[in-house]
Structure formats: structure tokens, C-alpha cells
């Protein structure tokens, strides 16, 4: 069997105790049917945003069941006849549709943890990631000016003139 929803309006004249009578007859009609109610709502009084049959306000009333599709009909049949009743309509619920979670892409870390698996040391493919400065060489500050003359000396011990 399909699950279906109900919504309908029940007229503002009468009160808030025949407007549950209302739904308690609408709702006994579909267990009559062998039909079987997953969700039933109580009738809740509502301003409507343009008149239905020159009442501006009403009874919504939001009703889940599942019943045979040939004994619907007669459950349409009896809320067109019944004036109590301002407007109707049905739906077939389909289920909500399973998705694939979406693939996330893999960042590496600005700097490995201590628990990782692999380090650098034991894995020198990743070493150039995470370089840091040699400790043989002190590392240069910004601060301090060169000279064009240490610079010319520091050249002249490289290339070993």
C-alpha cells in the first residue's frame, strides 16, 4: 500500500470540539476502509491568506495513511460531499531518496603530528613539505645589512680563487 497525506480545511463556523468530531469521522471512514493512519494532527485554527467559500479563516487538519488506491476514491467522494469541509487534497508520499556522500578532497597538514604514522625521517619523499633550515647554517634575520665587500670574500672561498 502507498502512504498518502490529507490536508484539508474544516470551516471556521463551526467550533474548535465539532471541528475534532470532523476529523475523528474522517478519520474512522479510512480505518473503516482498511485503511491505517501513520499521522494524524489535531485540528488547528489558521487565518487564510485569501477566502475559500467567503470565510477567511479555518481548521487545517495534516493526515498520514496508507490505504488501498481503489478505496481512495471513496474517501475523495466523501470529503467533496461533506460541507463541512472548505478544500481537500491529496498526496503520495514517496520516500526520501537515499544520497552518496560527496568525496572531500585530502589536505596535508602544514606540519606533520608526532602521532603520524610515517615522519620524515623515515619517509625523506615528503622531507621538501616540511623543510626547515639546516642546523649547520644560522639562520639570517632580517634585520642585519651585508656589505657588498663580505659578500665578494664569502665568493672568492666559494670558488676558491
Request: aromatic share 6%; proline share 7%.
Amino acid at each position: 500500500m502507498k502512504v498518502y497525506e490529507l490536508t484539508y480545511i474544516i470551516s471556521s463556523e463551526l467550533t474548535n470540539e465539532e471541528a475534532k468530531l470532523t476529523k475523528e469521522e474522517i478519520d474512522s471512514f479510512i480505518q473503516k476502509e482498511e485503511g491505517v493512519i501513520l499521522r494524524s494532527e489535531n485540528p488547528v485554527a489558521k487565518t487564510l491568506s485569501y477566502p475559500i467559500k467567503k470565510q477567511g479563516s479555518g481548521f487545517f487538519v495534516v493526515l498520514e495513511f496508507q490505504i488501498a488506491p481503489e478505496k481512495l476514491s471513496e474517501l475523495k467522494e466523501k470529503l467533496e460531499n461533506n460541507s463541512k469541509i472548505l478544500r481537500h487534497f491529496i498526496v503520495i508520499k514517496k520516500p526520501a531518496k537515499i544520497r552518496k556522500e560527496r568525496r572531500v578532497k585530502k589536505r596535508i597538514p602544514a606540519e606533520p603530528e608526532k602521532s603520524d604514522v610515517f615522519s620524515v625521517e623515515q619517509n625523506p619523499a615528503i622531507a621538501p613539505a616540511y623543510a626547515k633550515p639546516a642546523p649547520d647554517k644560522p639562520a639570517r634575520t632580517g634585520g642585519e645589512k651585508i656589505e657588498l665587500e663580505d659578500i665578494e670574500k664569502k665568493l672568492e672561498e666559494i670558488l676558491g680563487e
